[in-house]
Nanobody, 134 residues
Framework: VQLQASGGGLVQPGGSLRLSCAAS????????IGWFRQAPGKEREGVSC????????YYADSVKGRFTISRDNAKNTVYLQMNSLKPEDTAVYYC????????????????????????????WGQGTQVTVSS
């Protein structure tokens, strides 16, 4: 399992970025996948995630209405569209997929605090830096 995150960069407040996470070694279709971020001096937090069914999506309160997670199964890639960026969004962003367990399905909010830390993971992307600054 490999995840390759990209798309980060420097953007002014109010700007937009789209992060990509290309998966290899497994099929994103019918897999749970999500985005995390870690700012300097802070704990890693789940930003947005989806489960196998893709019917519901989780967003941290701090990004609701501004970020959108989506996936393109044909490209085996998941995206995080980030709009109206704020300086507090500055962080290294990671994509991750929790461990595949036959017969198990994850809730749509598997990446939220209190849940994500208790899971095993099949893969983490290498991280992409997002800096929001004027």
């Amino acid at each position: 399992v490999q995840l390759q995150a990209s798309g980060g960069g420097l953007v002014q407040p109010g700007g937009s970025l789209r992060l990509s996470c290309a998966a290899s070694g497994f099929t994103l279709d019918n897999s749970a996948i999500g985005w995390f971020r870690q700012a300097p001096g802070k704990e890693r937090e789940g930003v947005s995630c989806i489960n196998e069914s893709d019917r519901r999506k989780y967003y941290a309160d701090s990004v609701k209405g501004r970020f959108t997670i989506s996936r393109d199964n044909a490209k085996n890639t998941v995206y995080l569209q980030m709009n109206s960026l704020k300086p507090e969004d500055t962080a290294v962003y990671y994509c991750a997929t929790p461990a595949y367990i036959p017969g198990n399905s994850y809730t749509h909010d598997w990446c939220r605090p209190g849940v994500a830390g208790n899971l095993r993971y099949d893969g983490w992307g290498q991280g992409t830096q997002v800096t929001v600054s004027s």
